[in-house]
């Protein structure tokens, strides 16, 4: 038996409370523009500490998108490190998106940065990509439940150019690998509700879970679900693709809710809406935490 982790849980029992929507923070170039932000990373720290400001406490989970953190260097990471402070401080976890995988040895070090105590990087989850094969994933499955934080493995990715590795195999698909191996390294720890490997399904991905031979309902961690919103998916879609499995899907939405910024509350109402939407749809009772 593995050490506990109650990563999947934590964001489990959130989501019921509060809804599934998880609002992105992605400080696109143009999206500084529209607020009338400098592209620089004074715009950065203003448009992020808005969100938080405005949605945190309020939604189950924020996931920062970290390149668009990174590409205004280590003061970037500096207002990255701000965003997952103020997520401890208002009870909103934070998933950051930084989708590492490497080799092993390489990804003990990506490790103890997004999952460690020992750095300000490390939110409540990371995102990673498990395409330099699953296995090299262990140093941060390891430390991941070692720190009680969830990793959300990269299975089936909303762009359409993800088929072409993804898809690979047909019944006995690529991306069904991922979900096999994600679902046994739940089943190393004890958990209530999920276990801390969830997966990332886009929210696009229509009918291809069937021909892939995955089912997701028995899947036994949280699935982040983007896609909805910018990127076209319903939350028809949502339930469609996600059927039997919504009170464990987290759905991603950045660019839809960020367009509403940046009045403080219009984002609030926005992040509002939008959780009453994603409830009714996936059948999530929010509310109920038991
Ligand atoms: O891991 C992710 O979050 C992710 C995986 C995926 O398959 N597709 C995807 O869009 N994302 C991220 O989810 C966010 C989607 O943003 P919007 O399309 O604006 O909602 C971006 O930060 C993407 O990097």
Avoid at 184 to 213: I, K, Q, R
Avoid at 226 to 249: C, E, I, K, S, W
Wanted: aromatic share 4%; with cysteine.
């Amino acid at each position: 038996m593995g050490t506990a982790s109650p990563a999947g849980d934590r964001l489990y029992l959130a989501m019921r409370e509060k809804g599934p929507l998880c609002v992105g923070i992605d400080p696109h170039p143009g999206l500084l523009d529209a607020w009338g932000l400098a592209d620089d990373v004074g715009g950065l720290e203003t448009f992020a500490l808005t969100v938080m400001d405005a949605i945190g406490g309020e939604v189950a989970s924020v996931k920062p998108q970290v390149a668009l953190f990174e590409r205004h260097g280590a003061a970037g990471l500096g207002v990255l490190e701000q965003v997952i402070a103020r997520g401890k401080d208002s009870g909103t976890q934070v998933v950051c998106d930084a989708k590492r995988g490497d080799i092993g040895s390489t990804m003990a070090a990506y490790a103890d940065a997004w999952l460690s105590e020992r750095s300000g990087l490390a939110g409540d989850a990371v995102t990673l990509s498990p395409y330099l094969g699953f296995g090299s994933l262990s140093p941060a499955l390891d430390a991941a439940a070692e720190h009680g934080r969830g990793t959300f493995v990269l299975a089936l990715t909303s762009n359409p150019e993800g088929a072409d590795v993804q898809h690979r195999g047909g019944q006995d698909s690529v991306a069904k690998s991922v979900v096999d191996q994600a679902a046994a390294e739940n089943g190393l720890h004890e958990w209530t509700h999920a276990g801390p490997c969830g997966l990332v399904v886009g929210a696009t991905v229509g009918p291809a879970l069937d021909a892939l031979g995955i089912s997701l309902a028995n899947f036994n961690g949280l699935i982040l679900a983007p896609g909805y919103g910018a990127q076209g998916a319903t939350a028809d879609d949502l339930a469609r693709v996600f059927n039997g499995a919504g009170d464990r899907v987290v759905v991603a939405n950045s660019r839809g809710v960020l367009r509403h910024g940046p009045d403080p509350d219009a984002l609030s109402s926005a992040a509002r809406r939008c959780n009453e939407e994603l409830i009714q749809a996936l059948g999530q009772e929010a509310g109920s935490s038991s």
